[in-house]
């Protein structure tokens, strides 16, 4: 069965500063892997995917990601934190069982402090 | 940009009242799915559809809840009777899924429902 686990359910950074967001992934055949943002009482919009391509994968807004097999992970990062930033990141991975399903972590709230 | 329509945005109900949920996914998605989400915890699947056929809803209450895709088109999830336990945020998806592709899932806006 796929799952994913985020590291951190809080992370707190200075404005300007780098921002990691870590993910693993459990999944029995290569998975399909997205992060995505949602911003307070807003849906989820993507930042960005990995569907067996590149294992570095850039996104918007300056984030970028990097699939690392032998680890099993999947974490999100950028240069410089911006206080815009500040909002709940999902991982997901996606499973194939007859269809896709997409399988959320537990989400990590960034803060960014001024 | 296409978008996948969610209404209402917001719901109060009383406890023991039915409520609804309607979505619009984006053209040509023949994939849905509804997910529940608490406050502070990532998405749930309640259900999906393919096309206008439920392919799992394992996780979908049943003696409450119902969920609804006539035409293959928009959907509709259903409450009855609300308990308090549903106070949540309810997101509905769409995907499009070529034969071997691995598309990402877009996510209305959702309607955060609150029973009092």
């Known amino acids: 069965a796929q799952s994913v686990t985020q590291l951190d359910s809080h992370v707190s950074v200075s404005e300007g500063t780098p921002v990691l967001l870590r993910c693993n992934y459990s999944s029995s055949y290569s998975p399909s892997l997205f992060w995505y943002v949602q911003h307070p009482n807003k849906g989820l919009q993507l930042l960005l995917k990995y569907t067996s391509a590149a294992t570095l994968v850039k996104g918007i807004n300056g984030f970028e990601a990097e699939f690392k097999k032998s680890e099993t992970s999947f974490h999100l990062t950028k240069p410089s934190a911006h206080m815009s930033d500040a909002a709940e990141y999902f991982c997901?991975?996606?499973?194939?069982?007859?269809?896709?399903?997409?399988?959320f972590g537990t989400g990590t709230r960034l803060k960014v402090l001024a | 940009e296409a978008e996948v329509a969610q209404s209402p945005r917001y719901k109060i109900t009383e406890k023991s009242q039915a409520v609804a949920f309607w979505c619009d996914p984006i053209?040509?998605?023949?994939?849905l799915y509804w997910y529940r989400q608490i406050l502070g915890q990532g998405p749930e699947l309640l259900v999906q559809f393919q096309d206008e056929s439920v392919v799992d809803d394992s996780q979908l209450p049943k003696d409450r809840f119902s969920a609804e895709r006539l035409k293959g088109v928009d959907s509709t999830l259903k409450i009855q009777p609300a308990e308090l336990g549903d106070s949540a945020m309810y997101l509905c998806?769409?995907?499009?899924?070529?034969?071997?592709?691995?598309?990402?899932?877009?996510f209305g806006q959702g309607t955060r429902l609150t029973v009092v």
């Open positions: 997901v991975v996606s499973s194939f069982s007859g269809t896709y399903k997409y399988i």
């Open positions: 053209s040509g998605h023949a994939t």
């Open positions: 998806a769409s995907s499009f899924q070529p034969v071997g592709g691995r598309k990402e899932a877009f």
